[in-house]
């Protein structure tokens, strides 16, 4: 590799002769400079890769082909993917038909109502396709409606933490999403007992046996939900305060749901009695009469990466895996289209794991070199250039506005970036701006640790948190004169 004579002295002082031998004959050494050795931790696993994006040389590297549970910095992945094999025109719908005949505002037939998995449906919008239909002078519907989706009947991806589920952050990816499958709900006390509440009416039945404990009498007060069949929970354990707390309590059977909310919705604006059912295809007499258009792909791109969206991520990766291998496709084939999308860029992904599109799962293993060579592809083609625009911005938006040290300066608008965040996980994947010269998106990084204990996480500093201000610090910087003439001569 060839070492600039002024650009990484500083990072190089130190190396012995020998030293100097390795890190120039082998392209894989690691380039640890003096200031990072007392910021590696001991009792966790950390990779980094820091490069600089206009010369393309690797100023850092520190484990960079360890294999490392990549969080929701594999949504960067995901919306490569997403762009490149469905295409910017793409969107989701759910659309209406009928096989039968209107007369006399009486609709002779069925109604089948096809849903694709829009990870942004919500019931007002159902509700507003019904009063469509009634505002074209239907009042009375005398045959079923069938709602219509992929048989995909695995709604969790491999890997996923059986304790996650029944939380919203890990609802279930199915074709049937209403509001996020996801219901938020208070836990209220009534004297002696608990309520659980939902806010918005919802089919859905929590029994409480919880109890508050604001005097925390209780060594291990935690609560526990547990899943039952046809979306109903038992809430047992207690809870170490005294205000009402608010849940998100996700949807465990996601076409159940639907069902019954959409039922509801049917009866309340026409004569209809029913029956609801579900069928996986449309017949080819039916005529479309409604279609309801999700938002564009770039925009659920957006949301996804600056809120770390998953269930945006996991019904992308499914649309994905289901352009290239059919309707009824899961979490399977959307994980094999991730890892042949990436190796038409040159990615070799023969090393990974891939599992969701989320991050979500426990099974997903990304090599830091790996996550630099995609942002490299997303840096230098035109077409994904735009990505780096809706990342997160350190103390700006997303999920690093108030995250620290990010939320003040010297970082503070200075990194655009996807987070990681797990229990035992905490990584950091994008650009930082030259700081004396205020280049943007100058250096390419990727900052990885596993391994944290979750109890010392609540009080222990990061390896991201501590290595970016010192990176930041120490990162060589050209001149203003020298750039300028270096961005005229390209």
Known sequence: ?????????????????????????????????????????????????????????????????????????????????????????FR???????????????????????????????????????????DSGIQHITGKLVLVGSNDSQWQAPGWVWDDLGICYAAPVSSFVIDQNCVKALLLQRDQT????????????????AYFDPQKQQAFCQLRLQLQPDNHYQLTGCYAGSAPLPL????????????????????QQFAFKGPVSIATDIPPAATLLFDNRSEPL????????????????????????????????????????????????????????????SGLSRYNLLSARQLAQLLQQIQRRPALQWLTEVLP??????????????NRSPLRGAVVA?????????????????DATHDKNRYLFVVLENGLNPQAEKHKRSFMAAVMPALQQ?????????????????
């Not at 690797?58 to 997403?82: E, F, G, R, W, Y």
């Not at 002779?108 to 507003?128: C, S």
């Not at 911005?393 to 990010?406: D, E, H, N, V």
């Open 1 to 89: 590799m060839t070492i600039r004579s002024n650009g990484l002295r500083r990072w190089t002082q130190g190396l012995t002769g020998l030293g100097w031998l390795l890190l120039s004959c082998s392209p894989s050494a690691a380039i640890l400079p003096n200031w990072l050795q007392p910021l590696l931790p001991t009792d966790s696993q950390t990779a980094l890769w820091v490069q600089d994006t206009h010369s393309g040389e690797v100023l850092v590297s520190h484990n960079p082909d360890v294999l490392m549970l990549p969080a929701s910095t594999q949504k960067l992945l995901t919306a490569v993917t997403a762009w490149q094999v469905l295409g910017e025109d």
């Open 92 to 134: 989701f719908h759910t659309r209406l038909y009928t096989t039968g005949k209107t007369e006399n505002g009486i609709l002779n037939g069925d109604l089948y109502l096809q849903f694709d998995g829009d990870p942004r449906l919500t019931r007002a919008q159902l509700a507003q396709m019904a009063a469509k239909l009634a």
């Open 194 to 209: 608990t309520q659980v509440k939902p806010l918005l009416p919802a089919p859905i039945s929590v029994r409480s046996n």
């Open 248 to 267: 998100a309590i996700a949807v465990n059977d996601p076409s159940r749901y639907a069902a019954d909310v959409v039922s509801a919705i049917y009866q």
């Open 298 to 357: 770039s925009q659920l791109i957006s949301e996804m990466l600056l809120d770390s969206d998953n269930l945006i991520a996991d019904t992308l990766l499914k649309q994905a895996g289901q352009q290239r291998f059919g309707k009824h496709a899961g979490f399977a084939a959307g994980s094999r289209t991730v890892k042949e999308t990436l190796e038409q860029f040159g990615i070799s992904m023969s090393s990974s794991n891939i599992a969701d599109g």
């Open 393 to 406: 911005k350190a103390g700006i938006s997303g999920t690093l506005q108030y995250k620290r040290p990010f």
């Open 418 to 434: 996807k987070t990681g965040s797990m229990s035992g996980v905490q990584n950091l994947a994008g650009f930082l701006s030259g």
């Open 474 to 490: 120490h990162l060589p910087v050209e001149p203003a004169a020298a750039l300028s003439q270096q961005k005229g001569a390209r």
